[in-house]
């Protein structure tokens, strides 16, 4: 079952903040976060397994709520190179299998 | 280091006619390998997966087939394209036994007219 993610699309002013959701309905194992820039592939950004763990490097972060199911991927201080459409992909279990999420379309204006 | 390549980058067919893409991975053996479709409001759907040589998961009922002929090529084929088949088509691996990323290939950008 394909995660919901949410908003499907926000817009930044360079260093504002923002918050994009991911959540199953299903059990987790655990989440994946993606990012793509327009015509490319997507790229890996963290992975967060269950156990509630928070993981980030610079100034990306994400948390993981294993019980609620839902995965949270903070940006703050926002800057240009963050535009582009970021993934949540999800595991059920430990099966190797990711399903993703529609994508949420963050936009850095300066 | 591992690379994924990713052919043709681009190509344009009438409905009816055959389709194969291939990826192969270098600088490692054994990944698990994946087809993802991404076609506008849909986000990345899994197609197909394979943990080996010869064997193929399939996701969603479809007008496409995947092949592993070897441990580091993947193929995705169909013989008859469909319109709805257009969309940007993503080759990816990981490494068994480990909970890291995907790599995903260059993609393939597949219109049918």
Known sequence: ???????????????????????????????????????????????????????????????????????????TASQLSYSGTYFCGTESGSNYKLTFGKGTLLTVNP | SQTIHQWPATLV?????????????????????????QAAGRGLQLLFYSVGIGQISSEVPQNLSASRPQDRQFILSSKKLLLSDSGFYLCAWTLKGTKGELFFGEGSRLTVL
């Open chain 1, 1 to 75: 079952q394909q995660p919901v993610q949410s908003p499907q699309a926000v817009i930044l002013r360079e260093g504002e903040d923002a918050v994009i959701n991911c959540s199953s309905s299903k059990a987790l194992y655990s989440v994946h976060w993606y990012r793509q820039k327009h015509g490319e592939a997507p790229v890996f950004l963290m992975i967060l397994l269950k156990g509630g763990e928070q993981k980030g490097h610079e100034k990306i972060s994400a948390s993981f709520n294993e019980k609620k199911q839902q995965s949270s991927l903070y940006l």
């Open chain 2, 13 to 37: 067919q009438p409905v009816g006619s055959p389709l194969s893409l291939e990826c192969t991975v270098e600088g490692t053996s054994n990944p698990n390998l994946y087809w993802y479709r």
